[in-house]
């Protein structure tokens, strides 16, 4: 962590929040006219939205939920490897780290033969090396208060406005033929109506550049902009509660899936705490067009459903700390966004909808939070630098186009999962009986790992995602995949760290540059030519696009990985780049340089670089890998960023 830039401070470096007058709260004042970006709903994707808006205190941003306050129990639990690497960068996974749950190893149980169930497998849960994190268990109420700190803190001091219920949207057309030239500023009106405190009943408008819909499955947003949620009728009754009990079942604090011969499946999932457990409990089959809520059913038939599957254990349940019974089903909204599908070339995105308003799937394999959240990962940075003047508008297209194909990967595996789920399970030996043998739905979810873990999302080629004509010089940094953090040793200081870690979720990208094998104190090797190319040359992106007021490492951060032994390289020898002086009293950023890590494995063998040529792997500000270029192929790197970026951004009043 980085701080101290501009000038010795004292207190906690985390809160870089302007200071309020005492006892100011923002987040009850009645809402502004006007705003750059309204985010309607504090559920996990609006809070991710609003903690990376939370950076730029340029960009006018409110976010509101018709609840009186912050989420205190329930709901979504799972926290896959690929959310942690994203709260590694919003500065909060050692927290969710201490509190949480670390699911090992998960078992399998089916039918025995004597009618009860018996351990039929246990595998490790997550692949060794997929991650530097673990998958873990916390409930979403925490991961809530994490990103509602992040917003306090952030340079924007955001809090959200609780109390208000989305009403109305209405959006201005474009008055031009062709739209871009003539686009209102601000083109959506949100009406909301008070429903807490005394203001309760006022109406509120306002006027917003950007309008997010995070507003959950029955989104009003999504209905404001006639869309709608396509797919399986929910047909299959499940229950979930989370439980203190006291249970002779040896796999309580394993997550465990558990299919018994007559009664029905459970999924245990070991809870934060030592003691906690949620089951998830399968109930009945519904009718057609049949509601869950028509069936009334009650917590204690949840606690028998368990009793009877979990045969022979007994289950004594002493306290039930949050139950709820549900549907599955799996649906999806065609785009995310309010452009007509005929007009893509012509309109401009200004509504957005993201996490369950545009995707709602089963919760048992724990995606629902997870892909919420790395929607509003996403669409933040875009936003920002849209708003900001760095980037062309027409970078927003990319956020439907890429999330509505994520989110329908998720609603095919979860059916398929859903399904064998439910399914009666197969006795072995016999093969005429419908239902999926244990041994087979154990198979699918080890070969599901990297989907569940959220590490297989994969970026097709666009505006701001290259073809990866150079894929070859990094063959495990594959391009349109999140940025694979590894072990590194940083140069000045010699501290063991991940590279990934020293990326923030700050909305610039990162240019990690692995040097060839030359000595890089050589001041006509590759990376010197390369270094002195994007600090000087105009047609370097860095001089381009870098506003000649900021820092220069405002936009792009370029880091350097070398392939020798930190004891034998030396910052000195370095191109100034990467030492840059920056902040108010011209200070020296130390923490651009790495070497490769021999004890913890070497980083250019682990990610298949090519060590005699070297590359630079692009990576935007939301961990993914944008392109792959050599070390001196600059003019091509200087056109990937003239495709989409704009000169001159960055300083706007706001
Ligand atoms: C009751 C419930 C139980 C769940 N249980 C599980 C579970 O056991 N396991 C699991 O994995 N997942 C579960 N989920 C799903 C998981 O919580 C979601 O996938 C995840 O929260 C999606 O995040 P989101 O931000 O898209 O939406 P949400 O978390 O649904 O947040 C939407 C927010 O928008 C607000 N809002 C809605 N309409 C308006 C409006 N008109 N005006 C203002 N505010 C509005 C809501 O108050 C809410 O705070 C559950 C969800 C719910 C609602």
């Not at 906690?276 to 869950?292: F, H, P, S, T």
Request: charged share 20%; hydrophobic share 40%.
């Amino acid at each position: 962590m980085q701080f101290h830039l501009n000038g010795y401070r004292t207190g906690d470096p985390a809160v870089l929040a302007p200071s309020r007058p005492p006892g100011a709260q923002p987040g009850s004042d009645k809402l502004p006219d006007q705003v750059d970006v309204l985010i309607v709903g504090c559920g996990p994707a609006g809070l991710t939205l609003a903690s990376q808006l939370a950076a730029f205190p340029d960009i006018a941003t409110r976010i509101v939920d018709q609840k009186p306050g912050p989420l205190q129990l329930g709901q979504a639990d799972g926290i896959a490897c690929r959310t942690m690497e994203m709260f590694q960068a919003f500065g909060f996974s050692e927290r969710v780290l201490k509190e949480a749950y670390w699911v090992n190893e998960t078992c399998f149980w089916e039918p025995g033969d004597d009618g009860t169930i018996k351990r039929s497998g246990r595998i490790q849960d997550t692949e060794a090396g997929l991650s530097e994190f673990p998958h873990v268990i916390l409930n979403q109420a925490r991961v809530h208060d994490f990103f509602l700190d992040v917003m306090r803190n952030g340079p924007a001091g955001l809090e959200p406005d609780y109390g208000r219920v989305l009403l109305d949207v209405s959006i201005a057309q474009p008055a031009g033929s062709n739209g871009l030239a003539a686009e209102p500023c601000f083109p959506v009106t949100a009406k909301l109506r008070r429903v807490e405190g005394p203001e309760a009943g006022q109406v509120e408008t306002v006027r917003t550049r950007y309008l997010v819909g995070c507003d959950g499955a029955r989104s009003a947003v999504r209905k404001a902009i006639g869309r709608e949620l396509h797919g399986d009728s929910a047909n299959q009754a499940w229950g979930v509660m989370d439980v203190l009990a006291v249970t002779d079942f040896p796999d309580i604090r394993f997550k465990a899936a558990i299919h018994s011969a007559q009664d029905g499946s459970v999924l245990v999932i070991p809870r934060e705490g030592g003691y906690l457990v949620r089951l998830y409990i399968e109930l009945d089959k519904l009718q057609a067009n049949e509601r869950v809520a028509q069936r009334n059913i009650t917590v204690d038939r949840l606690i028998a459903a368990a009793q009877r599957i979990l045969r022979p254990y007994t289950l004594d349940v002493k306290e039930v700390a949050w139950w709820s019974v549900y549907e599955i089903g799996q649906r999806l909204c065609d785009r995310f966004d309010d452009v007509p599908d005929n007009d893509t070339s012509g309109r401009l995105p200004c509504v957005f909808i993201a996490g369950d308003a545009g995707h709602t799937h089963s919760p048992k394999a724990g995606q629902g939070m997870n892909v919420s959240m790395q929607d509003g990962f996403n669409l933040g940075w875009k936003l920002a630098s849209v708003i900001r003047g760095q980037a062309v508008p027409a970078i927003l297209h990319t956020y439907s186009a890429e999330r509505q194909a994520i989110a329908q990967e998720l609603i095919d595996f979860d059916r398929t999962f859903a399904r064998m789920f439910s399914a009666t399970p197969r006795r072995a030996g016999v093969s005429d009986t419908e239902g999926v043998d244990p041994a087979e739905f154990q198979r699918y979810f080890a070969q599901q790992g990297r989907f569940t873990a959220g590490t297989a999302t994969t970026y097709l080629p666009s505006l701001i995602s290259a073809e990866p004509t150079h894929q070859a010089l990094a063959r495990s940094f594959v391009v349109g995949t999140r940025f694979h953090s590894m072990p590194v040793v940083r140069l000045a200081d010699g501290r063991p760290m991940e590279l990934g870690h020293a990326a923030t979720a700050d909305g610039r990208w990162r240019l990690y540059i692995f040097s060839d094998a030359t000595d890089p104190g050589n001041r006509l090797s590759r990376l010197w030519h390369l270094c002195t190319h994007l600090a000087e040359d105009a047609g370097s992106p860095v001089v381009r696009f870098t506003p000649a007021t900021s820092d220069v490492d405002a936009v792009f951060d370029v880091r350097v990985v070398l392939q020798q032994d930190h004891r034998t390289a030396s910052i000195s020898d370095l191109p100034a780049l990467l030492a840059p002086r920056k902040g108010r009293l011209n200070l020296v950023d130390y923490e651009k340089v790495f070497c490769t890590d021999s004890r913890n494995g070497d980083i250019f063998n682990m990610r298949a670089i090519d060590r005699s040529l070297g590359c630079i792997v692009v990576v935007r500000p939301d961990q993914y890998i944008a392109n792959i270029v050599p070390l001196d192929a600059v003019e091509e790197l200087g056109r990937f960023f003239a495709g989409f970026m704009e000169h001159g951004g960055i300083q706007r009043s706001s």
